[in-house]
Protein backbone atom coordinates (compact mmCIF):
# COMPACT_ATOMS: atom_id res chain seq x y z
CA UNK A 1 0.00 0.00 0.00
CA UNK A 2 0.98 3.53 -1.12
CA UNK A 3 2.61 5.24 2.18
CA UNK A 4 1.26 8.83 2.59
CA UNK A 5 1.98 10.80 5.92
CA UNK A 6 1.19 14.36 7.12
CA UNK A 7 4.62 15.30 6.43
CA UNK A 8 7.64 14.46 4.52
CA UNK A 9 8.96 17.99 6.67
CA UNK A 10 7.16 19.10 9.93
CA UNK A 11 3.63 20.44 8.71
CA UNK A 12 3.64 19.61 4.90
CA UNK A 13 0.35 18.06 3.48
CA UNK A 14 0.47 15.48 0.63
CA UNK A 15 -0.61 17.07 -2.89
CA UNK A 16 -3.46 15.99 -4.43
CA UNK A 17 -1.61 13.03 -6.67
CA UNK A 18 -0.44 11.86 -3.32
CA UNK A 19 -4.24 11.10 -1.95
CA UNK A 20 -5.00 9.93 -6.17
CA UNK A 21 -2.48 7.37 -5.57
CA UNK A 22 -3.60 6.50 -2.79
CA UNK A 23 -6.87 5.95 -3.65
CA UNK A 24 -5.77 4.01 -6.29
CA UNK A 25 -3.93 1.69 -3.97
CA UNK A 26 -7.22 0.91 -2.19
CA UNK A 27 -9.13 0.59 -5.30
CA UNK A 28 -6.36 -2.21 -6.23
CA UNK A 29 -7.06 -3.68 -3.17
CA UNK A 30 -10.87 -3.78 -3.82
CA UNK A 31 -11.51 -1.35 -0.70
CA UNK A 32 -14.44 1.32 -2.39
CA UNK A 33 -14.99 3.44 0.22
CA UNK A 34 -11.33 3.99 1.32
CA UNK A 35 -11.02 4.68 -2.14
CA UNK A 36 -13.88 6.98 -2.89
CA UNK A 37 -13.07 8.67 0.16
CA UNK A 38 -9.08 9.68 -0.62
CA UNK A 39 -10.37 10.07 -4.23
CA UNK A 40 -13.18 12.96 -3.30
CA UNK A 41 -9.76 14.16 -0.90
CA UNK A 42 -7.35 14.79 -4.27
CA UNK A 43 -10.61 15.59 -6.23
CA UNK A 44 -11.42 18.71 -3.79
CA UNK A 45 -7.70 20.10 -4.22
CA UNK A 46 -7.15 19.67 -7.06
CA UNK A 47 -6.68 22.78 -9.59
CA UNK A 48 -9.73 21.21 -11.87
CA UNK A 49 -11.02 17.99 -11.57
CA UNK A 50 -10.53 15.91 -15.10
CA UNK A 51 -13.02 13.67 -16.75
CA UNK A 52 -11.43 10.34 -15.67
CA UNK A 53 -11.40 11.50 -11.64
CA UNK A 54 -14.87 12.52 -12.18
CA UNK A 55 -15.85 9.39 -14.16
CA UNK A 56 -14.54 7.43 -11.21
CA UNK A 57 -16.53 9.49 -8.29
CA UNK A 58 -19.57 9.33 -10.03
CA UNK A 59 -19.04 5.50 -10.23
CA UNK A 60 -18.38 5.25 -6.65
CA UNK A 61 -21.36 7.27 -5.58
CA UNK A 62 -23.52 5.53 -7.78
CA UNK A 63 -22.56 2.71 -5.96
CA UNK A 64 -22.80 4.25 -2.63
CA UNK A 65 -26.09 4.60 -3.52
CA UNK A 66 -25.59 9.27 -3.88
CA UNK A 67 -27.70 9.51 -7.01
CA UNK A 68 -27.53 12.99 -6.89
CA UNK A 69 -23.62 13.72 -6.76
CA UNK A 70 -23.37 10.64 -8.91
CA UNK A 71 -25.15 12.19 -12.12
CA UNK A 72 -23.42 15.42 -11.56
CA UNK A 73 -19.42 13.78 -11.81
CA UNK A 74 -20.79 11.92 -15.15
CA UNK A 75 -22.66 14.80 -16.37
CA UNK A 76 -18.92 16.40 -15.67
CA UNK A 77 -17.26 13.57 -16.52
CA UNK A 78 -19.02 13.86 -20.48
CA UNK A 79 -18.34 17.30 -20.96
CA UNK A 80 -14.50 16.81 -20.12
CA UNK A 81 -14.39 13.57 -22.87
CA UNK A 82 -11.57 14.09 -24.86
CA UNK A 83 -12.94 11.88 -27.53
CA UNK A 84 -15.85 10.88 -28.95
CA UNK A 85 -15.91 6.64 -27.32
CA UNK A 86 -14.90 8.83 -24.21
CA UNK A 87 -18.14 11.20 -24.95
CA UNK A 88 -20.56 8.69 -25.78
CA UNK A 89 -19.59 5.88 -22.65
CA UNK A 90 -19.78 8.94 -20.10
CA UNK A 91 -23.23 10.20 -21.83
CA UNK A 92 -24.56 6.37 -21.65
CA UNK A 93 -23.58 6.45 -17.95
CA UNK A 94 -25.27 9.49 -17.49
CA UNK A 95 -28.28 8.66 -19.33
CA UNK A 96 -28.53 4.72 -17.59
CA UNK A 97 -28.47 6.96 -14.26
CA UNK A 98 -31.50 8.97 -15.16
CA UNK A 99 -33.61 5.86 -16.65
CA UNK A 100 -32.48 3.69 -13.99
CA UNK A 101 -33.56 5.42 -11.00
CA UNK A 102 -36.48 7.82 -12.54
CA UNK A 103 -34.99 10.70 -11.90
CA UNK A 104 -36.37 14.12 -13.15
CA UNK A 105 -33.60 16.24 -14.47
CA UNK A 106 -33.51 19.73 -16.69
CA UNK A 107 -31.27 20.29 -19.87
CA UNK A 108 -29.65 22.77 -17.76
CA UNK A 109 -28.58 20.05 -15.10
CA UNK A 110 -27.30 17.89 -17.78
CA UNK A 111 -24.83 20.90 -18.61
CA UNK A 112 -20.95 20.87 -17.18
CA UNK A 113 -20.91 21.96 -13.57
CA UNK A 114 -18.39 22.33 -10.75
CA UNK A 115 -18.60 19.65 -7.95
CA UNK A 116 -18.69 22.71 -5.12
CA UNK A 117 -16.04 20.67 -3.32
CA UNK A 118 -14.06 22.80 -1.02
CA UNK A 119 -10.72 21.00 0.00
CA UNK A 120 -11.54 18.70 2.50
CA UNK A 121 -8.36 18.22 3.92
CA UNK A 122 -6.42 22.27 4.70
CA UNK A 123 -3.67 23.45 6.08
CA UNK A 124 -4.56 26.44 8.11
CA UNK A 125 -1.36 28.21 7.39
CA UNK A 126 0.67 26.91 4.86
CA UNK A 127 3.01 29.08 5.44
CA UNK A 128 4.38 28.94 8.53
CA UNK A 129 7.29 27.33 9.31
CA UNK A 130 9.26 25.65 12.70
CA UNK A 131 6.19 23.37 13.73
CA UNK A 132 7.95 20.17 15.38
CA UNK A 133 4.16 17.74 15.12
CA UNK A 134 1.23 17.92 13.30
CA UNK A 135 -2.46 17.63 14.17
CA UNK A 136 -5.44 16.94 12.02
CA UNK A 137 -8.68 19.30 13.56
CA UNK A 138 -11.71 17.25 12.58
CA UNK A 139 -14.18 19.94 12.16
CA UNK A 140 -16.68 21.72 10.33
CA UNK A 141 -14.43 24.69 9.40
CA UNK A 142 -17.14 27.07 9.25
CA UNK A 143 -18.38 26.32 12.71
CA UNK A 144 -15.01 27.21 14.39
CA UNK A 145 -13.92 30.58 14.95
CA UNK A 146 -11.30 32.60 13.21
CA UNK A 147 -9.99 33.16 16.63
CA UNK A 148 -9.39 29.54 17.53
CA UNK A 149 -8.01 28.29 14.11
CA UNK A 150 -5.50 31.81 14.18
CA UNK A 151 -4.19 31.03 17.28
CA UNK A 152 -3.60 27.30 16.70
CA UNK A 153 -1.41 28.62 13.99
CA UNK A 154 0.35 31.35 15.87
CA UNK A 155 0.75 30.09 19.59
CA UNK A 156 0.87 26.47 19.16
CA UNK A 157 3.57 23.95 18.39
CA UNK A 158 1.17 22.05 15.85
CA UNK A 159 1.04 22.30 12.32
CA UNK A 160 -2.41 21.90 11.83
CA UNK A 161 -4.79 20.58 9.16
CA UNK A 162 -8.32 20.87 9.02
CA UNK A 163 -10.81 17.82 8.05
CA UNK A 164 -14.07 18.20 6.89
CA UNK A 165 -15.59 15.41 8.15
CA UNK A 166 -19.23 16.24 7.42
CA UNK A 167 -18.61 17.26 4.18
CA UNK A 168 -17.02 13.48 3.25
CA UNK A 169 -20.15 12.24 5.14
CA UNK A 170 -22.72 13.72 2.45
CA UNK A 171 -20.98 11.79 0.23
CA UNK A 172 -20.32 8.72 1.70
CA UNK A 173 -22.94 6.62 3.75
CA UNK A 174 -22.15 7.75 7.61
CA UNK A 175 -21.29 4.11 8.36
CA UNK A 176 -18.38 3.82 5.90
CA UNK A 177 -17.60 8.03 6.88
CA UNK A 178 -16.64 6.89 9.70
CA UNK A 179 -14.46 3.82 8.67
CA UNK A 180 -12.56 6.55 6.06
CA UNK A 181 -11.77 8.91 9.11
CA UNK A 182 -10.04 5.99 11.05
CA UNK A 183 -8.01 5.02 8.13
CA UNK A 184 -7.04 8.62 7.42
CA UNK A 185 -5.69 8.98 10.82
CA UNK A 186 -3.84 5.54 10.43
CA UNK A 187 -2.87 6.28 6.89
CA UNK A 188 -1.51 10.31 7.82
CA UNK A 189 -0.73 9.63 11.82
CA UNK A 190 -0.97 12.93 13.19
CA UNK A 191 0.51 13.11 15.99
CA UNK A 192 -2.61 14.51 17.73
CA UNK A 193 -6.32 15.10 16.60
CA UNK A 194 -8.21 17.73 17.74
CA UNK A 195 -11.85 17.13 17.34
CA UNK A 196 -15.04 19.84 17.30
CA UNK A 197 -18.94 18.57 16.82
CA UNK A 198 -20.25 20.03 13.63
CA UNK A 199 -22.63 23.34 13.42
CA UNK A 200 -26.05 22.58 15.21
CA UNK A 201 -27.83 21.78 11.84
CA UNK A 202 -25.14 19.43 11.00
CA UNK A 203 -24.52 17.68 14.07
CA UNK A 204 -26.05 14.09 12.16
CA UNK A 205 -22.81 14.43 10.52
CA UNK A 206 -20.48 14.29 13.68
CA UNK A 207 -18.13 11.35 13.69
CA UNK A 208 -19.12 8.39 16.10
CA UNK A 209 -18.10 8.14 19.38
CA UNK A 210 -16.99 4.95 18.90
CA UNK A 211 -14.49 6.16 15.80
CA UNK A 212 -12.88 8.66 18.62
CA UNK A 213 -11.98 5.93 20.49
CA UNK A 214 -10.88 3.46 18.56
CA UNK A 215 -8.35 6.45 16.96
CA UNK A 216 -7.24 7.31 20.22
CA UNK A 217 -7.06 2.95 21.97
CA UNK A 218 -6.35 1.58 18.36
CA UNK A 219 -4.40 4.01 16.91
CA UNK A 220 -2.56 5.83 20.19
CA UNK A 221 -3.52 9.16 19.10
CA UNK A 222 -4.48 11.88 21.43
CA UNK A 223 -7.93 13.02 21.05
CA UNK A 224 -8.58 16.52 22.52
CA UNK A 225 -12.06 18.23 22.19
CA UNK A 226 -12.68 21.65 22.01
CA UNK A 227 -16.08 22.87 23.55
CA UNK A 228 -18.07 26.29 23.71
CA UNK A 229 -22.01 26.42 25.01
CA UNK A 230 -21.18 23.78 27.74
CA UNK A 231 -23.65 26.43 30.01
CA UNK A 232 -26.26 24.71 27.95
CA UNK A 233 -28.04 21.61 29.42
CA UNK A 234 -27.84 19.88 25.57
CA UNK A 235 -24.30 21.04 24.54
CA UNK A 236 -23.23 19.47 28.16
CA UNK A 237 -25.37 16.26 27.27
CA UNK A 238 -23.49 15.79 23.87
CA UNK A 239 -20.22 16.45 25.67
CA UNK A 240 -21.17 13.67 28.60
CA UNK A 241 -21.56 11.52 25.58
CA UNK A 242 -18.93 11.68 23.57
CA UNK A 243 -16.08 11.17 27.10
CA UNK A 244 -15.33 7.83 25.90
CA UNK A 245 -13.93 8.77 22.62
CA UNK A 246 -12.07 11.59 24.23
CA UNK A 247 -8.61 12.04 26.19
CA UNK A 248 -8.97 15.83 26.84
CA UNK A 249 -12.24 17.99 26.72
CA UNK A 250 -10.98 21.46 26.52
CA UNK A 251 -14.09 24.28 27.64
CA UNK A 252 -14.00 27.26 25.53
CA UNK A 253 -16.44 29.80 27.78
CA UNK A 254 -18.10 27.50 29.97
CA UNK A 255 -17.23 25.04 33.19
CA UNK A 256 -17.60 21.42 33.15
CA UNK A 257 -17.75 18.78 35.69
CA UNK A 258 -14.29 16.87 36.46
CA UNK A 259 -16.27 14.46 37.82
CA UNK A 260 -17.87 13.57 35.14
CA UNK A 261 -15.18 13.26 33.04
CA UNK A 262 -12.50 11.15 35.57
CA UNK A 263 -13.85 7.69 35.24
CA UNK A 264 -13.19 7.69 31.44
CA UNK A 265 -9.84 9.07 32.17
CA UNK A 266 -10.76 12.06 30.82
CA UNK A 267 -9.02 15.55 31.11
CA UNK A 268 -10.63 18.49 31.96
CA UNK A 269 -9.03 21.41 30.62
CA UNK A 270 -11.12 24.82 31.92
CA UNK A 271 -9.67 27.50 29.14
CA UNK A 272 -10.57 31.03 27.15
CA UNK A 273 -10.90 31.88 23.84
CA UNK A 274 -7.53 32.01 22.93
CA UNK A 275 -7.14 34.90 20.85
CA UNK A 276 -3.65 35.75 18.09
CA UNK A 277 -1.54 37.96 19.11
CA UNK A 278 -1.43 39.48 15.28
CA UNK A 279 -5.37 41.25 15.94
CA UNK A 280 -5.54 41.43 19.11
CA UNK A 281 -3.16 43.75 21.12
CA UNK A 282 -3.37 47.46 22.52
CA UNK A 283 -0.46 49.80 20.48
CA UNK A 284 -1.51 52.76 22.72
CA UNK A 285 -3.40 55.14 20.07
CA UNK A 286 -6.25 57.59 20.63
CA UNK A 287 -9.28 56.01 20.98
CA UNK A 288 -12.11 58.16 19.32
CA UNK A 289 -14.71 55.82 19.57
CA UNK A 290 -16.49 56.54 23.11
CA UNK A 291 -18.43 53.07 23.28
CA UNK A 292 -18.48 49.81 20.99
CA UNK A 293 -20.09 46.82 20.47
CA UNK A 294 -19.84 43.81 18.20
CA UNK A 295 -21.84 40.90 18.00
CA UNK A 296 -25.38 39.64 17.74
CA UNK A 297 -28.84 41.67 18.65
CA UNK A 298 -31.84 39.50 16.98
CA UNK A 299 -33.64 36.90 18.29
CA UNK A 300 -33.02 36.43 21.60
CA UNK A 301 -30.38 38.74 21.97
CA UNK A 302 -32.69 41.34 21.61
CA UNK A 303 -31.94 42.62 24.84
CA UNK A 304 -28.67 43.69 23.46
CA UNK A 305 -30.47 45.87 21.07
CA UNK A 306 -32.73 47.23 23.84
CA UNK A 307 -29.85 47.87 25.98
CA UNK A 308 -27.58 50.35 23.05
CA UNK A 309 -31.08 51.29 22.17
CA UNK A 310 -31.40 53.24 25.68
CA UNK A 311 -27.67 54.50 25.94
CA UNK A 312 -28.59 56.34 22.24
CA UNK A 313 -32.09 57.83 23.96
CA UNK A 314 -29.40 58.64 26.60
CA UNK A 315 -27.63 61.03 23.96
CA UNK A 316 -24.44 58.47 24.14
CA UNK A 317 -23.46 57.52 20.77
CA UNK A 318 -22.82 53.64 20.43
CA UNK A 319 -20.87 51.49 17.40
CA UNK A 320 -21.98 48.86 16.93
CA UNK A 321 -20.96 46.34 14.24
CA UNK A 322 -23.20 43.21 13.50
CA UNK A 323 -24.12 40.31 11.43
CA UNK A 324 -27.62 41.12 12.47
CA UNK A 325 -27.76 44.62 10.91
CA UNK A 326 -25.27 43.81 7.99
CA UNK A 327 -22.78 45.65 9.17
CA UNK A 328 -20.12 42.54 10.70
CA UNK A 329 -16.50 43.54 10.98
CA UNK A 330 -14.10 40.93 8.83
CA UNK A 331 -11.70 39.59 11.41
CA UNK A 332 -8.59 41.60 10.00
CA UNK A 333 -10.39 44.65 11.20
CA UNK A 334 -11.85 43.57 14.43
CA UNK A 335 -8.78 44.61 16.44
CA UNK A 336 -8.52 47.64 14.78
CA UNK A 337 -12.10 48.87 16.03
CA UNK A 338 -11.30 47.67 19.36
CA UNK A 339 -8.42 49.59 19.29
CA UNK A 340 -11.11 52.61 18.29
CA UNK A 341 -12.90 51.95 21.83
CA UNK A 342 -12.84 53.52 24.93
CA UNK A 343 -15.52 51.13 26.18
CA UNK A 344 -16.61 47.91 24.66
CA UNK A 345 -20.30 46.42 25.90
CA UNK A 346 -20.67 43.26 26.51
CA UNK A 347 -23.61 40.93 27.53
CA UNK A 348 -22.60 37.44 29.11
CA UNK A 349 -26.06 35.86 28.58
CA UNK A 350 -26.26 33.13 25.71
CA UNK A 351 -30.13 31.25 24.97
CA UNK A 352 -30.16 27.74 26.42
CA UNK A 353 -31.99 26.39 23.29
CA UNK A 354 -30.39 25.39 20.03
CA UNK A 355 -30.72 27.28 17.09
CA UNK A 356 -33.62 26.18 15.48
CA UNK A 357 -35.61 26.26 18.40
CA UNK A 358 -35.65 30.01 18.65
CA UNK A 359 -38.60 30.57 16.02
CA UNK A 360 -40.84 28.70 17.56
CA UNK A 361 -40.68 30.87 20.88
CA UNK A 362 -40.57 34.38 21.74
CA UNK A 363 -37.34 36.29 22.69
CA UNK A 364 -38.93 36.69 26.15
CA UNK A 365 -39.81 33.18 26.90
CA UNK A 366 -36.36 31.64 25.90
CA UNK A 367 -34.32 30.72 29.13
CA UNK A 368 -30.85 32.38 29.15
CA UNK A 369 -27.66 31.38 31.21
CA UNK A 370 -24.26 33.02 31.41
CA UNK A 371 -21.19 32.37 30.04
CA UNK A 372 -17.93 33.94 28.94
CA UNK A 373 -17.85 35.01 25.74
CA UNK A 374 -14.57 35.78 23.57
CA UNK A 375 -15.39 39.64 23.62
CA UNK A 376 -14.37 39.55 27.13
CA UNK A 377 -10.96 38.68 26.08
CA UNK A 378 -10.49 40.85 22.80
CA UNK A 379 -11.91 43.53 23.86
CA UNK A 380 -9.18 43.71 27.27
CA UNK A 381 -6.68 42.50 25.16
CA UNK A 382 -6.97 45.54 22.67
CA UNK A 383 -7.03 47.78 25.91
CA UNK A 384 -10.45 49.15 25.94
CA UNK A 385 -12.24 49.06 29.19
CA UNK A 386 -14.82 45.91 28.97
CA UNK A 387 -18.80 47.08 30.12
CA UNK A 388 -19.77 44.16 31.53
CA UNK A 389 -23.21 42.41 32.41
CA UNK A 390 -23.51 41.65 35.71
CA UNK A 391 -22.67 37.91 36.15
CA UNK A 392 -20.10 35.10 38.21
CA UNK A 393 -18.46 33.51 35.41
CA UNK A 394 -16.47 36.80 34.08
CA UNK A 395 -15.30 37.25 37.45
CA UNK A 396 -13.32 33.81 37.31
CA UNK A 397 -11.29 35.50 35.15
CA UNK A 398 -10.63 38.86 35.84
CA UNK A 399 -11.93 40.87 38.64
CA UNK A 400 -14.94 43.31 38.54
CA UNK A 401 -13.67 46.82 39.79
CA UNK A 402 -10.36 46.67 39.26
CA UNK A 403 -10.06 44.90 35.50
CA UNK A 404 -13.55 45.82 34.31
CA UNK A 405 -16.27 47.50 35.84
CA UNK A 406 -20.28 45.81 35.36
CA UNK A 407 -23.89 47.00 35.17
CA UNK A 408 -27.02 45.56 36.40
CA UNK A 409 -29.88 47.07 34.30
CA UNK A 410 -30.06 49.81 31.49
CA UNK A 411 -30.32 53.06 34.01
CA UNK A 412 -27.55 51.15 35.96
CA UNK A 413 -25.33 50.77 32.45
CA UNK A 414 -25.94 54.45 31.23
CA UNK A 415 -24.91 55.66 34.38
CA UNK A 416 -21.24 53.59 34.11
CA UNK A 417 -20.73 54.97 30.86
CA UNK A 418 -21.31 58.63 31.67
CA UNK A 419 -18.91 57.75 34.50
CA UNK A 420 -16.06 56.32 32.55
CA UNK A 421 -16.71 59.06 29.86
CA UNK A 422 -15.89 61.81 32.15
CA UNK A 423 -13.15 59.84 33.92
CA UNK A 424 -10.65 59.22 31.10
CA UNK A 425 -8.12 58.39 33.53
CA UNK A 426 -10.17 56.03 35.78
CA UNK A 427 -11.07 54.08 33.13
CA UNK A 428 -7.30 54.25 31.27
CA UNK A 429 -5.99 52.55 34.81
CA UNK A 430 -8.69 49.92 34.88
CA UNK A 431 -8.21 49.19 31.16
CA UNK A 432 -4.41 48.71 31.63
CA UNK A 433 -4.70 46.68 34.63
CA UNK A 434 -6.89 44.46 32.75
CA UNK A 435 -4.80 44.33 30.19
CA UNK A 436 -1.82 43.55 31.81
CA UNK A 437 -3.70 40.41 33.46
CA UNK A 438 -4.77 39.51 30.15
CA UNK A 439 -0.59 39.11 29.16
CA UNK A 440 0.29 37.07 32.29
CA UNK A 441 -2.09 34.68 32.19
CA UNK A 442 -4.90 34.36 29.14
CA UNK A 443 -2.98 34.47 25.79
CA UNK A 444 -3.32 32.49 22.92
CA UNK A 445 0.53 31.00 23.71
CA UNK A 446 -0.74 30.02 27.63
CA UNK A 447 -3.50 28.34 26.28
CA UNK A 448 -1.94 26.30 23.84
CA UNK A 449 0.92 25.84 26.00
CA UNK A 450 -1.26 24.00 28.40
CA UNK A 451 -3.47 22.25 26.16
CA UNK A 452 -0.24 20.67 24.87
CA UNK A 453 1.05 20.25 28.39
CA UNK A 454 -2.25 17.68 28.78
CA UNK A 455 -1.18 16.26 25.53
CA UNK A 456 1.92 15.18 27.05
CA UNK A 457 0.76 14.17 30.37
CA UNK A 458 -1.68 11.60 27.80
CA UNK A 459 1.11 10.33 25.90
CA UNK A 460 3.26 9.36 28.82
CA UNK A 461 0.52 7.37 30.83
CA UNK A 462 0.56 5.69 27.20
CA UNK A 463 4.10 4.55 27.61
CA UNK A 464 3.56 3.68 31.23
CA UNK A 465 0.28 1.36 30.50
CA UNK A 466 1.41 -2.29 30.35
Known sequence: MTEVRLSTRPGEVPDWEAFHALAASYEDREEPILAFGYLLVAASLMPEVDGATAARLGLFAFQTGNFDFALRCFVLAAGKATNAKEKRERTNAVVNLVKKNGLS??????????LDLPPLIERINPQEEGKSRTSLLVAH???LTENVLMSISEHSSQACHVFRFSEIARKIPMFNADRFLLYLCRDLAPDLMLFRHAELTLRAFDPRVETLKAIKEQLGIPVVSLYYDLAKPSFERLCRSYLPGLDIVVTLDSSFDTAVAEPHGVTVVTGWTPLPQSIYFDDGRKRPIEVGFVGRTSAHYQGRARAIEGLREAGIAVSVHSADEGTRLPMAEMGEFLRSCKIVLNFSTTAVISAWELNERK?????????????VFEAIACGALLLESRNTCTSAYFSPGEHYAEFSDLSDLVEKVRHFIANEDQRSRIAHVATKRFGERYTGAQFWTEVESCVEQVRARARRAP
Do not use: S
Not at 105 to 114: G, N, Q, S, W
Not at 363 to 375: D, F, I, Q, S
Open 141 to 143: AAD
Open 105 to 114: VTAAELRPVK
Open 363 to 375: PGEVPLVNHVKGR
